[in-house]
């Protein structure tokens, strides 16, 4: 078993890390993407199905496309983020399963013989796999935005036309601005919202 991260570690992935509304005007570079990538890509999923499809909105022109698609709280936040990374599933991930899951090809089948636990997969691991991509995000320094407020159909054509791939949600990702926080938001404590049996 790998060692336990410092406080320091965990209140940079968790604790002290916030959810972003407003930006600083610095760059995030495409190096940065793929190192986000490189870590987020080892998070587990079920039958290793990865159905996660990601799209980068890095140039100013792609974010301000973006916006157009969004809910007006969020128009600023997808201008000016460093980036912002559009989370899609591909309904048809269990394709790649032969080649992701090489010990148990047959695997597929199990996918592509039932449409609804396809896509309940592709949705379930996609979303895991939004939230490892937000961990690896703060682990590597950047901040991140989750947002949900955007139109799917919209995106969707933009971003995933011809393909099989569902937008899910957005994350904006970059250097935050304390001034855009909020009051920290309560947690429920564990009693409140777990049971140990």
């Not at 410092?6 to 002290?16: C, G, K, N, Q, V």
């Not at 969020?74 to 394709?95: L, P, Q, R, S």
């Not at 992701?100 to 013989?113: D, G, V």
Request: with cysteine.
């Amino acid at each position: 078993m790998s060692a336990t991260l410092s406080d320091e570690h965990l209140d940079t992935i968790f604790r002290a890390a916030r959810t972003q509304n407003k930006w600083l005007p610095k760059p995030v570079s495409a190096e940065q993407l793929v190192a986000i990538y490189d870590l987020m890509k080892w998070g587990p999923t079920s039958a290793n199905c990865f159905p996660m499809r990601l799209v980068f909105a890095h140039s100013q022109a792609e974010k301000d496309q973006l916006a157009t698609m969004v809910s007006p709280g969020n128009v600023e936040k997808v201008k000016t983020a460093g980036a912002v990374a559009i989370i899609g599933h591909d309904m048809k991930f269990y394709d790649q399963i032969p080649r992701l899951f090489p010990h148990a090809p047959e695997a597929r089948e199990w996918f592509a013989n039932d449409e609804q636990v396809a896509a309940t997969t592709a949705f379930r691991n996609g979303t895991l796999q939004g939230a490892y991509l937000m961990i690896a995000a703060r682990a590597l320094g950047l901040d991140t935005g989750p947002m949900s407020g955007f139109n799917n159909a919209a995106v969707d054509a933009a971003y995933f036309a011809g393909t099989d791939v569902r937008s899910n949600f957005l994350c904006a990702i970059g250097y935050g601005d304390p001034d855009g926080l909020f009051p920290r938001s309560p947690r429920p404590d564990f009693a409140e919202m777990c049971d140990i049996r």
